[in-house]
């Protein structure tokens, strides 16, 4: 299971939606003060995709469900960083104040999480493929 360079991506993954969430009073604040559920969305997309990112790890012995899995969770992703660009747009769309730099840092941690996905999901279809030419190969 550690061996696989894939569960490596996906905890990183998980492990940076997770400093997402830890590190939500630097973008919930700002997005709460213009829409409140935002805030809630984003929090909860987080946990639900890094949750999801963590159980996708224990599922190494189906290989094809780890990959759907994976895939179900770069979507949750997906969501959750439109939900976070929006949120911050709708937070400081005023032409006379601009975000501090800290939150686009913050914001990227969505998009950094989904690239690690994305590479999980490769590996995880290489290891699918390896194994159908090695069965081809019997």
Same mark, same amino acid.
């Given at each position: 299971?550690?061996?696989?360079?894939?569960?490596?991506? &996906?905890?990183?993954?998980?492990?940076? &939606?997770?400093?997402?969430?830890? *590190?939500g009073?630097?973008?919930?604040?700002?997005?709460?003060?213009?829409?409140? =559920? *935002?805030g809630?969305?984003?929090?909860? &997309?987080?946990?639900?995709?890094?949750?999801?990112?963590?159980?996708?790890?224990?599922l190494?012995?189906?290989?094809? *469900?780890q990959?759907?899995?994976?895939?179900?969770?770069? =979507?949750?992703?997906l969501?959750?960083?439109?939900v976070?660009?929006?949120?911050?747009?709708?937070?400081?769309?005023s032409?006379?104040?601009?975000a501090p730099?800290?939150y686009?840092?913050?914001?990227?941690?969505?998009?950094?999480?989904?690239?690690?996905?994305?590479?999980?999901r490769?590996?995880?279809?290489?290891?699918?493929?390896?194994?159908?030419?090695?069965?081809?190969?019997?």
């Amino acid at each position: 299971m550690i061996q696989r360079i894939q569960t490596l991506y &996906l905890v990183a993954g998980a492990l940076l &939606l997770a400093l997402f969430v830890g *590190l939500g009073e630097t973008w919930a604040a700002a997005i709460a003060a213009e829409r409140a =559920w *935002l805030g809630v969305v984003g929090y909860a &997309l987080a946990g639900v995709t890094a949750l999801v990112a963590l159980v996708s790890v224990a599922l190494y012995k189906n290989r094809e *469900l780890q990959r759907k899995v994976i895939y179900a969770a770069q =979507w949750l992703d997906l969501v959750l960083v439109v939900v976070v660009l929006v949120g911050l747009y709708l937070a400081f769309d005023s032409g006379d104040f601009q975000a501090p730099v800290g939150y686009y840092l913050v914001a990227m941690q969505p998009i950094v999480a989904y690239v690690l996905l994305r590479m999980a999901r490769q590996g995880v279809t290489k290891d699918i493929e390896k194994i159908r030419s090695m069965d081809r190969l019997r």
